[in-house]
């Protein structure tokens, strides 16, 4: 069925004005009619006037936030049949469960695309219409089969009244009783009058043909004959249903008949006891009208809701129905076991966005169909969405048939696909979680299967992974980490501490790297090694290096014009990958520079080996930029990544960072030394200087002196320091 978009209203709730303006733009293009709020108390007082067709709904809102919007608005009877897809950065299986256990029907995560979301609210919308589409064809059902009840009733009653009525003219009653078959066997519907003692016939028009494809006089040859032509399932539950008669006046029944070609119909039968004077049943009035298109069409609206519309497989809805049958199952037979298998398509998006996603599409169909090859006609092969798919393994016997499975699957993907013009490589990630009697719910399985697929993405993909409880306790740690670490942000819960930077000649203080903490409420100071690669994950470090960036500058600058001796100290800041890659870095620095009255000569940003050899052109592009800024830049960790030589003279920079690792190992017998010394004369040979970081003992000091490296830094200076204690230490102008 198609859903026409003209008529349906969205509401959008959001606290960013730019996903509000994105959002509204594109769905008003789509077609439909868009109200926006921009926090949760104010739609749900707009909610009390205006009642859209669907909701669209952010997670990290103020005050309330997405979770705790849906959970009032389910509460609440004139909005809890509202469908609401949740919009959100969260990416974490944890947000997506919570989604749905509030309330929400769909999950769309930050960055989204404009084609997804209209896709799944078009699939929402389509679901609730198909909801109205079965009430109304129930209703209209009803309207006709009670019109065609009252105008057999008044036609039966005009009948028999004209008959009392005209009883001494012989021919007028032949007149009627010849209009009265007319009318009836004008009908298409079956009209048949029966006696309550046995049943048999009094009465049938000539429809009966034409739905049973048998003709009158069989009916009334054969008097059980209307009896045998039901299907043998319904046969049983009609006959006792007609028992009643005539202890009860009124019955409507739906079954299956059986044409003589072997055909089924579906029939809507309604019929009524009829009363003499002395209120004793004489006879059966009824009418059967055929209702196989009505049930045709509810079936296929029925099964819509159920399967995915691409590959046909079963959806989550028949899915989760399914595994909820396997757990009662499971509880009733101790011994009965089952498996659940969350697959995720490697390489799929690659694929998608190179060749379209067409071909994405038949890409998806065609590992389908591989699928269902690998399990067998009990088993369940379901498709959540995207490039995932879930496998419920029903009845198996050990654990080892479900790892020959998820075995025979990951050889199958490894093959090439044909798609026609195109012949496609793909690999899969697999999450295994078996039933065990501490599950309540299927979601509880989907969650851990869902966990242990992303364990087997992270352990290097194209594998599968069997789900234990240390897993899931780690994902909920992550989860909450990256919560809080979303609102340590909007909070400003970070500082930052600095590291003295030594000029090796002069033994002075020459700036400082300034090194990012967490002051979080519960957990107190947190370092970066335990946050870092979340905000990677996430996307937040750009955010957070932003916020570094401003904050180191601003100051470095305070400094520098409180301590005389400071008017030339530098400020070292590391930038990741994800920043020196982002387009608008450029100007990000050029405002910051700006706000905070910093000469850009004293800022040098840090970048690890690693990022300089991913998409080598792009950077080396934004690091001209940076350099035509007089920023000045320095390669972090030097020693420990994978770049090529033959590139390193590529980038414009002005310092090497010599990694701790080689500096803490160096000793008199220590071939580290020369590691050292090579790397020191390999920053000659290019022009630029370099730095030892993590220097803890004057021998160190020494030997780095003595090696022509030109910086230090490390605990036998300081420690990395507070504000305070970083002002203190500069005031003392130590030397070392």
């Given at each position: 069925m198609t859903v026409t978009l003209v008529s349906q209203s969205i509401l959008i709730i959001d606290d960013n004005p730019t996903n509000l303006e994105v959002l509204s733009e594109t769905l008003t293009q789509a077609g439909f009619q868009v109200a926006v709020a921009t926090d949760g108390e104010t739609a749900i007082k707009q909610l009390e006037y205006h009642r859209p067709e669907l909701i669209l709904l952010d997670v990290l809102m103020p005050d309330l936030n997405g979770y705790e919007v849906c959970q009032q608005l389910k509460a609440k009877e004139k909005t809890r049949d509202i469908p609401v897809i949740f919009l959100s950065a969260l990416d974490d299986v944890f947000d997506k469960v919570r989604a749905f256990s509030v309330g929400g029907v769909d999950y769309v995560t930050k960055p989204f695309q404009a084609n997804e979301v209209i896709v799944r609210i078009k699939h929402q919308l389509e679901l609730q219409a198909a909801k109205a589409e079965i009430f109304r064809l129930n209703t209209d059902l009803e309207r006709r089969v009670q019109q065609r009840t009252i105008e057999l009733k008044d036609v039966i009653d005009k009948l028999h009244q004209e008959i009392a009525q005209h009883q001494q003219t012989q021919q007028l009653l032949k007149d009627n009783e010849q209009k009265l078959e007319n009318i009836l066997n004008s009908l298409e519907e079956v009209v048949w009058s029966a006696k309550v003692e046995n049943?048999?016939?009094?009465?049938?028009?000539?429809?009966?043909?034409?739905?049973?494809?048998?003709?009158?006089?069989?009916?009334?040859?054969?008097?059980?004959?209307?009896?045998?032509?039901?299907?043998?399932?319904?046969?049983?539950?009609?006959?006792?249903?007609?028992?009643?008669?005539?202890?009860?006046?009124?019955?409507?029944?739906?079954?299956?008949?059986?044409?003589?070609?072997?055909?089924?119909?579906?029939?809507?039968?309604?019929?009524?006891?009829?009363?003499?004077?002395?209120?004793?049943?004489?006879?059966?009035?009824?009418?059967?009208?055929?209702?196989?298109?009505?049930?045709?069409?509810?079936?296929?609206?029925?099964?819509?809701?159920?399967?995915?519309?691409?590959?046909?497989?079963?959806?989550?809805t028949l899915l989760m129905e399914h595994l909820d049958k396997a757990l009662e199952r499971s509880k009733r037979y101790p011994d009965y076991l089952f498996a659940v298998l969350y697959i995720d398509l490697d390489r799929f998006k690659i694929i998608n966005d190179s060749l379209g996603h067409s071909v994405g599409d038949q890409l998806l169909v065609k590992v389908g169909h591989l699928l269902k090859e690998c399990c067998r006609s009990v088993d369940t092969v379901a498709r959540l969405g995207g490039d995932e798919f879930t496998i419920l393994l029903d009845e198996i016997q050990a654990i080892g048939d479900v790892t020959i499975v998820a075995e025979r699957i990951l050889k199958k993907l490894t093959l090439p696909i044909n798609l026609g013009t195109y012949t496609a490589f793909t690999a899969a990630s697999i999450g295994i979680v078996f039933n065990s009697p501490h599950y309540q719910s299927s979601i509880e399985l989907i969650r851990n299967a869902d966990i242990a697929m992303y364990r087997a993405k992270e352990l290097g993909k194209g594998r599968y992974i069997i789900f234990d409880g240390e897993m899931y306790a780690q994902m909920l740690y992550l989860s909450n980490l990256e919560t809080d670490l979303r609102f340590a942000l909007a909070r400003q819960q970070f500082i930052l501490h600095y590291q003295p930077i030594i000029a090796l000649g002069t033994g002075k203080i020459i700036g400082f790297e300034a090194l990012i903490r967490w002051q979080d409420p519960e957990r107190g100071l947190v370092p970066p090694?335990?946050?870092?690669?979340?905000?990677?994950?996430?996307?937040?470090?750009?955010?957070?290096?932003?916020?570094?960036?401003?904050?180191?500058?601003?100051?470095?600058?305070?400094?520098?014009?409180?301590?005389?001796?400071?008017?030339?100290?530098?400020?070292?800041?590391?930038?990741?990958?994800?920043?020196?890659?982002?387009?608008?870095?450029?100007?990000?620095?050029?405002?910051?520079?700006?706000?905070?009255?910093?000469?850009?000569?004293?800022?040098?940003?840090?970048?690890?080996?690693?990022?300089?050899?991913?998409?080598?052109?792009?950077?080396?592009?934004?690091?001209?930029?940076?350099?035509?800024?007089?920023?000045?830049?320095?390669?972090?960790?030097?020693?420990?990544?994978?770049?090529?030589?033959?590139?390193?003279?590529?980038?414009?920079?002005?310092?090497?960072?010599?990694?701790?690792?080689?500096?803490?190992?160096?000793?008199?017998?220590?071939?580290?030394?020369?590691?050292?010394?090579?790397?020191?004369?390999?920053?000659?040979?290019?022009?630029?200087?370099?730095?030892?970081?993590?220097?803890?003992?004057?021998?160190?000091?020494?030997?780095?002196?003595?090696?022509?490296?030109?910086?230090?830094?490390?605990?036998?200076?300081?420690?990395?320091?507070?504000?305070?204690?970083?002002?203190?230490?500069?005031?003392?102008?130590?030397?070392?």
């Open positions: 049943f048999n016939l009094i009465y049938l028009n000539t429809a009966v043909e034409k739905v049973y494809e048998r003709t009158v006089v069989e009916f009334v040859n054969q008097p059980d004959l209307w009896l045998e032509v039901i299907h043998p399932e319904d046969r049983k539950r009609v006959k006792q249903s007609l028992s009643v008669f005539p202890y009860s006046s009124n019955l409507e029944l739906e079954y299956r008949i059986v044409r003589p070609n072997g055909e089924l119909r579906w029939l809507n039968t309604r019929s009524h006891s009829v009363y003499d004077g002395n209120g004793k049943a004489i006879r059966i009035d009824g009418i059967s009208i055929d209702i196989t298109e009505q049930k045709k069409a509810q079936e296929q609206l029925i099964y819509n809701a159920l399967h995915d519309t691409l590959t046909g497989l079963p959806n989550r090694g335990e946050f870092i690669k979340i905000a990677e994950d996430t996307g937040l470090i750009v955010l957070i290096g932003e916020w570094v960036l401003n904050e180191a500058c601003r100051q470095l600058r305070a400094w520098q014009l409180k301590f005389p001796n400071a008017s030339s100290y530098h400020i070292n800041v590391n930038i990741a990958g994800q920043q020196i890659k982002q387009p608008s870095l450029i100007a990000i620095l050029d405002r910051i520079l700006k706000d905070t009255e910093l000469d850009s000569s004293f800022l040098k940003l840090e970048i690890t080996e690693s990022t300089l050899m991913e998409e080598k052109e792009t950077i080396i592009e934004n690091l001209a930029q940076i350099k035509a800024r007089n920023i000045k830049l320095s390669i972090d960790d030097f020693g420990t990544g994978y770049s090529s030589l033959s590139y390193l003279h590529s980038f414009p920079l002005d310092t090497l960072k010599i990694d701790r690792s080689f500096v803490s190992r160096m000793n008199a017998d220590s071939e580290n030394c020369e590691i050292i010394r090579t790397i020191i004369n390999l920053a000659h040979s290019l022009g630029i200087d370099a730095i030892a970081e993590g220097v803890e003992t004057t021998y160190q000091l020494e030997q780095l002196r003595k090696l022509g490296c030109k910086f230090a830094q490390g605990y036998l200076f300081a420690e990395p320091l507070d504000c305070q204690a970083a002002e203190l230490l500069i005031a003392s102008n130590p030397q070392w």
